[in-house]
């Protein structure tokens, strides 16, 4: 069973950024640190367990009916009757911006999510049960590929599932009308069905989170969220921009004045569009504002 680091002394962003770059498929253990921003002393040990006894059920859903030599669309058949059908979880359409659907824990025990972590539960059971399952990054709404062969590296055998419309199996066309309904305004193309990388299913977690926070007016767990976003892809301009604003809605100048400084640093070696230039005079402005403001403190 995977574990999940307690160093004492390391931070969450510490904790989290060595999950992503450990090696393997692993996704449910550093998922269950980022719901510690929400849960600061979750346990996931009791989780990862249950994930294992969930496993070993679709397991022999998977062998009894229709057995592991089956098409693989047998075998994901059987796993969502296991998944939706026995156990049922189900998309939370009715609550989708509760935080609780991006806290892998909250999933687990009210057995609603949003797609992100509908798509972690769906493949760490489907990859205890002998398949390999696999993120996608698709635009608006992430989905899961389903492979045939656990060691199989080639992605046109594989079935396009949507576990939180219940494990529906989705071809090129119904991608197409999925992209179009989220209003992701870009063309289609087969590079958007690539696989996930670790690192790019908590960056995507961990926006979710943001855009929610922010939304509620959560500032420490907003910012709390931003440094870990920093700590896995540190020349974010955006976060370090979102930072700062956030510390300096909770009246810590100092900090926001840190963060736009280096934002202005960082801009300048970037290439800038007409937005990127307006948005930068908006940080220079909040700059000369904050150094006065500091001043007068010191």
């Given at each position: 069973m995977p574990c999940v680091p307690t160093e004492p002394h390391a931070s969450l962003a510490d904790l989290i950024t060595e999950a992503a770059d450990r090696p393997g498929f692993d996704l449910a253990a550093p998922a269950f640190l980022v719901a510690r921003i929400e849960y600061p002393r979750l346990d996931a040990g009791p989780y990862l367990d249950r994930?294992?006894?969930?496993?070993?059920?679709?397991?022999?859903?998977?062998?009894?009916?229709?057995?592991?030599?089956?098409?693989?669309?047998?075998?994901?058949?059987?796993?969502?009757?296991?998944?939706?059908?026995?156990?049922?979880?189900?998309?939370?359409?009715?609550?989708?911006?509760?935080?609780?659907?991006?806290?892998?824990?909250?999933?687990?025990?009210?057995?609603?999510?949003n797609p992100i972590t509908m798509a972690l539960v769906y493949i760490e059971v489907a990859r205890r049960a002998g398949l390999r399952a696999e993120g996608i990054n698709f635009p608006g709404h992430f989905l899961v590929r389903v492979l045939p062969d656990p060691h199989s590296g080639d992605a046109g055998e594989g079935l396009i599932v949507d576990p939180f419309h219940g494990g529906a199996i989705l071809d090129e066309s119904d991608c197409r009308q999925l992209l179009s309904r989220a209003g992701e305004g870009s063309a289609f193309e087969p590079s958007l069905l690539a696989r996930a990388t670790k690192r790019q299913v908590l960056v995507r977690m961990l926006n979710n989170l943001k855009r929610l926070y922010v939304k509620m007016h959560s500032f420490p767990q907003a910012r709390a969220t931003t440094d870990v976003l920093l700590a896995l892809q540190p020349s974010s301009l955006a976060d370090l921009k979102d930072r700062g604003l956030l510390a300096y809605n909770m009246n810590d100048f100092s900090h926001a004045l840190r963060d736009f400084e280096e934002y202005l640093k960082l801009a300048r070696l970037a290439e800038q569009d007409d937005d990127d230039r307006k948005e930068t005079e908006q940080v220079w402005e909040h700059v000369k504002t904050l150094r006065r403001r500091v001043a007068q403190l010191n």
């Open positions: 994930l294992d006894l969930m496993g070993d059920a679709a397991f022999h859903f998977v062998a009894k009916d229709p057995g592991h030599d089956a098409p693989i669309a047998a075998r994901v058949d059987a796993v969502n009757r296991y998944l939706f059908g026995e156990l049922g979880f189900t998309g939370n359409r009715e609550q989708f911006d509760d935080p609780r659907n991006s806290c892998l824990n909250e999933v687990m025990d009210r057995k609603k999510g």
